[in-house]
T-cell receptor
């Protein structure tokens, strides 16, 4: 595998379920990101990790819980979600979280539907 | 907070025609990225612009950052069905990447 991979690609869950999204990058990067993309809205940054440490939490509700066990893996644990949380969740990685001049590589996304 | 506005929001063109997508920022741009996204998939990096007046090309796609660094344009020459998708501009806003809402391009054969 190369690049950034995400599993599962599609997920349907009830509001009382607990599930996890997984992201893995094979690029040797140190920073990883979770984004949410809802229909007709700009891509929203959720979390940033740099060298396994969380450096950004963009006021995300606690029903979303990220985990970064190492620089190659990033998880998003989901529990008691709401239907409005249905969206495409994208993971990205970059060399580090240095902002403007730091190209991010994106995974294919997980399409989440909350019933 | 900084915002990026893309225009048009959607575009349908006949194959072979040229087109332009604009990205306007509410603040000065320091590093402007263009990405392409196929529906329901991840973003593919196209190019990055840093300096005012900078222009980059990749195959039939050209992007430019204007001198005052608050707007970028993406121009596609002789469009093909393979160009169809959603084009997003992204920019650094205080150390994190923000995006425009995207421009959905359809190319009719």
């Amino acid at each position: 595998e190369t690049g950034v991979t995400q599993t599962p690609r599609h997920l349907v869950m009830g509001m009382t379920n607990k599930k996890s999204l997984k992201c893995e990058q094979h690029l040797g990067h140190n920073a990883m990101y979770w984004y949410k993309q809802s229909a007709k809205k700009p891509l929203e940054l959720m979390f940033v990790y740099n060298f396994k440490e969380q450096t950004e939490n963009n006021s995300v509700p606690s029903r979303f819980s990220p985990e970064c066990p190492n620089s190659s893996h990033l998880f998003l644990h989901l529990h008691t979600l709401q239907p409005e949380d249905s969206a495409l969740y994208l993971c990205a990685s970059s060399q580090d979280d240095g902002g403007a001049y730091n190209e991010q590589f994106f995974g294919p996304g997980t399409r989440l539907t909350v019933l | 907070s900084q915002e990026l506005e893309q225009s048009p929001q959607s575009l349908i063109v006949q194959e072979g025609k040229n087109l332009t997508i604009n990205c306007t920022s509410s603040k000065t741009l320091y590093g402007l990225y263009w990405y392409k996204q196929k529906y329901g998939e991840g973003l593919i990096f196209l190019m990055m612009l840093q300096k005012g007046g900078e222009e980059k090309s990749h195959e039939k796609i050209t992007a430019k950052l204007d001198e005052k660094k608050q707007q970028s344009s993406l121009h596609i020459t002789a469009s093909q069905p393979s160009h169809a998708g959603i084009y997003l501009c992204g920019a650094d806003a205080g150390g994190k990447l923000i995006f425009g809402q995207g421009t959905e391009l359809s190319v009719k054969p």
